[in-house]
């Protein structure tokens, strides 16, 4: 048994049948749907159209709607401020695990204890107290003790990716084929021996290989309660004060993982692509973030459009036209509803072609949220640098 092997057994390095047996540092970054405006209203345009038509059709209270139109526009553009360039404020997150801890006698993720939260840091302008300040006059009125926005409206979709917080550095095996480095000396610079190398960590980096864990959750909404922390325990003799945010949330859309490399080989691999990219010396001048991100997605979703499309030929055409006729009512409405399975596969395949659905993924979530993908800057590196930002800066 390997457990009566001798210490030098184990020593780092000498068992190489299976490596990448290092301790991990994990970390996380949020992204945030700001892109589908079906399965995130609140913060892809759903909610803002609601509020802009009663801003117009409200008579004597549309300057009070416009009011409150202002402070979801810019409670929207403070979040995708915080989380794009300010990721640090994310301190901590609690919860995830119950994403992965299923109860076979409940097929309901939601309740009241499905709840994330998030430890955040505050600062001189009240970022975060201000953030929720803003979201709390958007939705609710406290004049009238209502909810000025509707329930459905107030959903948005987002996604937590886990990784590794370090930079996966690549590991350089120089074979000298038949030599070693005093000979390759005595050798003119045009008639030097062959010499090949290779990279150990090609199979835990990049998009190909790199191992993370991305949970994708749907129907989230902020608790209005939270946010408030730094009122909690007012002191004439303060410390730092710090913020939580709590999100609440109803259904798991998918969780993707890449784990156990070097241990099997999973069916997956090269197929299944991580938020980053194929190499940390992704050229921005070649393609954009946004065209590299589109390319990523591109092939998740032609799968997606081809079964739907397989799917709708077994129906009537009958059927069909009331489903696209449905379709049509609730874009002329703007206000997202429930949509059944064929309802949802319609629109699917009606808009396949276009690059405005192309750009609804989880590579869209990654430009609009991540820190650093600017020209010059990877999707990965900004990827790692969100995470390491998130820890405080403890590891670089």
Known sequence: ?????????????????????????????????????GNSPLLAGGAEAFLT??????????????????????????????????????????????????????????????????????????????????????????KKWVYIMPPNL?????????????????????????????????????????????????????????????????????????GTTIFADLNKNPTMATESLNIIYDALEKVEARVLNGIIEQSYAGTQHAPSPDSETFNPSTKTPLEFAKEKGKGKLDKIYEKAESDLNTLSESKKREALQKLKDETLNRIPKFENVFSNAIRKVDQASSDVMRGKNIGNAIKDNVHGIVPGTTIGQGLNRAAINNLGNIYK
Request: glycine share 4%.
């Open 1 to 37: 048994m390997s457990d009566f092997k001798t210490l030098m057994d184990f020593r780092k390095g000498s068992y190489r049948k299976f490596p990448y047996q290092d301790p991990t540092y994990l970390s996380f970054a949020l992204l945030f749907d700001f892109s589908d405006v």
């Open 53 to 142: 038509t009663l801003s117009e059709n409200a008579g004597t209270d549309s300057i009070n709607y416009k009011d409150r139109l202002n402070d979801l526009q810019n409670f929207i553009t403070t979040l995708n401020t915080i989380n794009r360039e300010l990721p640090w404020f994310w301190q901590s997150i609690k919860g995830v695990e119950r994403l992965q801890q299923y109860n076979p006698e409940n097929a309901f993720i939601g309740g009241d204890d499905a709840k994330l939260e998030i430890e955040t840091l505050e600062s001189l302008n009240l970022t975060i107290s201000g953030l929720m300040h803003l979201y709390r006059r958007a939705i609710f009125d406290e």
């Open 154 to 226: 107030r959903k948005f979709r987002m996604w937590i990716y886990v990784t590794e917080i370090r930079s996966i550095a690549i590991n350089t095996d120089v074979k000298m084929n038949g030599f070693n480095k005093d000979d390759l000396k005595s050798f003119p610079d045009n008639f030097k021996p062959s010499v090949t190398t290779t990279n150990k960590n090609a199979d835990i980096s990049g998009t190909a290989g790199r191992p993370y864990f991305l949970l994708g959750i749907k129907s989230c909404e902020f608790d209005i309660k939270s």
